[in-house]
């Protein structure tokens, strides 16, 4: 039954008391408004509590962070790690091993010069990982000490070829090995004039200089 056809037939009660029935629905009406009031002021506050909350709690992270934003803190993070891997002696992971092995082995037998300067106080350390990468590829390892580098690599790790603008494909394997293992490298002339064998090329560890 809808509400039209319920006050059809309560009509002739209504009628009877209009003022009772119309203070009564004022009534109805009061207490509806308090009790959506109230909820509604209830949420209000919870809302405000939680606002506040994470206000506060956004203010303390600020200030343990100096009032530095979040990219300011994630910049000064990568900051301090990158200062602590150049602390760090270099080395190849067995991951980067693998890459590179993966890559050399195409070219077994041949011949690489890794040259480690010994005032460097990491290179014989990487020339060491070099060394044991090129040899599991079954390359021809020569890995002699040096002094006073001359055109020293910034990088620290010098790649030195004859013509570096027309590589063979035994320096462009090189190439893609180091690449692979994700090292920074300089690809440099140097003409190989002085060696006692034929090598593809002669790889120099220094002291890196650009970071």
Partial sequence: MDIVSILKNEWSVISQAPISIFLITIGVGILIWRFASHTYSNRLEDANSKMDLLTTELNNYK???GGATPDDAKARLDELEAKI???EPRKISAKQRELMMTILRSHSGESI???ADAASPDAQH???GLETTFRRSDWNVITPMIMGVVNSPPTG???GV???VNLT???SNIIEALNAANLDFDLQKNPLSQ???ESVGEITLTTRTDA
Wanted: hydrophobic share 40%; glycine share 4%.
């Fill in 85 to 87: 891997i150049q602390l």
């Fill in 126 to 128: 990487l020339q060491k």
């Fill in 169 to 171: 494909v035994e320096q």
């Fill in 162 to 164: 004859p013509d570096p």
């Fill in 157 to 159: 790790i010098g790649f």
């Fill in 63 to 65: 200030d343990k962070l």
């Fill in 113 to 115: 010069i890794i040259a």
């Fill in 195 to 197: 060696r006692p064998t």
